[in-house]
T-cell receptor
Framework: DGGITQSPKYLFRKEGQNVTLSCEQN?????MYWYRQDPGQGLRLIYY???????QKGDIAEGYSVSREKKESFPLTVTSAQKNPTAFYLC????????????????FGPGTRLTVL | GNSVTQMEGPVTLSEEAFLTINCTYT??????LFWYVQYPGEGLQLLLK?????DKGSNKGFEATYRKETTSFHLEKGSVQVSDSAVYFC????????????FGKGTKLSVIP
């Protein structure tokens, strides 16, 4: 089945530790995204990538890092510099269309709930 | 810049009631408009979309019409079910070369039997 997978579904971290969230897609989409969602809040963009080996900061990139070594994969590292990392993290991907290219429908994974103990 | 404003929730309805969730937007150019749904503990799923003025998106009994004159994309359903209980997000993408979706803050819907 085509889709986006995120792992793990639940993640617990001690303060001061870095942790990496996995995101994989087999939809052959060019663009991938990471969002953060807090209770009762909308989505805030952390990082996005339109092409392998390139990525851009979103609205709340501080304390996070990403890599895009393969088209299918876009892992997110939550570093110890992130002051309040407890949240629900969503990965998404989308095809790009038009000239100049822009995002179309974004497809979301099931999410990872990170809790800092 | 782009922005999306949704009616604040939560919205509580009885089963078989009529649903409207308002969404208005501000955007440069000609945006594409989306409604996403999020069930508890899950990611977002695309519910419907419209890419140009007067288009109507529809899916699973939900409908929304792209109204350029009122910059709106209100979500409607004629008869809601308990299984429709979820959070609904309105979103848009606009501008050549834009890679970001702009989301509203979401509206939580609870349907009671």
């Amino acid at each position: 089945d085509g889709g986006i997978t995120q792992s793990p579904k639940y993640l617990f971290r001690k303060e001061g530790q870095n942790v990496t969230l996995s995101c994989e897609q087999n939809l052959n989409h060019d663009a991938m995204y990471w969002y953060r969602q807090d209770p009762g809040q909308g989505l805030r963009l952390i990082y996005y990538s339109q092409i392998v080996n390139d990525f851009q900061k979103g609205d709340i990139a501080e304390g996070y890092s990403v890599s895009r070594e393969k088209k299918e994969s876009f892992p997110l590292t939550v570093t110890s510099a992130q002051k309040n990392p407890t949240a629900f993290y969503l990965c998404a991907s989308s095809p790009l269309s038009g000239l100049p290219r822009r995002t179309d429908t974004q497809y979301f994974g099931p999410g990872t709930r990170l809790t800092v103990l | 810049g782009n922005s999306v404003t949704q009616m604040e929730g939560p919205v509580t309805l009885s089963e078989e009631a009529f649903l409207t969730i308002n969404c208005t937007y501000t955007a440069t150019g000609y945006p594409s408009l989306f409604w996403y749904v999020q069930y508890p503990g899950e990611g977002l799923q695309l519910l419907l979309k419209a890419t140009k003025a007067d288009d109507k998106g529809s899916n699973k009994g939900f409908e929304a019409t792209y109204r350029k004159e009122t910059t709106s994309f209100h979500l409607e359903k004629g008869s809601v079910q308990v299984s429709d209980s979820a959070v609904y997000f309105c979103a848009l993408v606009s501008g050549a070369g834009s890679y970001q979706l702009t989301f509203g803050k979401g509206t939580k819907l609870s349907v009671i039997p």
